[in-house]
Structures are given as C-alpha cells and as structure tokens.
C-alpha cells in the first residue's frame, strides 16, 4: 500500500497563488493516475484535477480550469497542484490520492475510483 503525504495548505488571501506537493512512498508510483480532490464542510469530495501515469492527459473540475495546473515529478514521486488566483469558494482539505488500476489512458473523476489517499491539507481563501 502506498502512502501519500501532503503540504502546502494554509491560509490565504482570495486572488493569491498557493502550491500543494503530495510524495508518495512506494514503488510503482509512476504506473499510476494521480489526482487531487477536495472537500468542503457538507460538500461531497470531488476531483480538482487528475493526470494520467504518463502525464498524457489531465482533467480539471469546471471550477478550477485556468487557475489550477497539475504536473507530476516521477523521478521525485511527486505531484503538485498549482492553485492561481484563489477563491473563497476553494476553501476545502484537498487530498491527493492514487487510482485503483495501473496505466490508465484517461482521467477517472470518481473517488471511489482511488484506492490510496493521502492525509490531506486543509486550504483556506479569506475575502
């Protein structure tokens, strides 16, 4: 089982930039689709933004496109989430989590879709 650690949270101004890093410790952490979630009080989690094992596609919830990048460091199995130009709306522990299945082509959106989760940081937007 892998396990996934997280960093980067904290407490911002709406408008500023913020970067979160999740290291995994595990082998065969580069077979695999990556994704960021989050969640809100009463909210449901959902995707921020997911890449595949080889970086060949990317998804990003609505809300978050053109603000948000995901990149994964392989060599360094690392995946990092470039948030830009933060809202209040972002507000939510955002956890980074690992697929279920090895070389996946697309981005799955369902979180039951990921079997490896990650503590989680928690990321507040100030107005």
């Known amino acids: 089982q892998v396990q996934l650690v997280e960093s980067g949270g904290g407490v911002v101004q709406a408008g500023d930039s913020l970067s979160l890093s999740c290291v995994a410790d595990g082998r065969t952490f580069n077979s695999y689709t990556l994704g960021w979630f989050r969640q809100a009080p009463g909210k449901e989690r959902e995707l921020v933004a997911g890449i595949t094992w080889n970086g060949g596609s990317t998804s990003y919830a609505d809300s978050v496109k053109g603000r948000f990048s995901i990149f994964r460091l392989n060599a360094e199995n690392t995946v990092l989430l470039q948030m830009n130009s933060l809202k209040p709306e972002d507000t939510a522990v955002y956890y980074c989590?690992?697929?279920?299945?090895?070389?996946?082509?697309?981005?799955?959106?369902?979180?039951?879709?990921?079997?490896?989760w990650g503590q989680g940081t928690q990321v507040t937007v100030s107005s």
């Open positions: 989590a690992r697929h279920s299945t090895p070389y996946t082509l697309v981005v799955g959106r369902r979180p039951a879709d990921f079997t490896s």
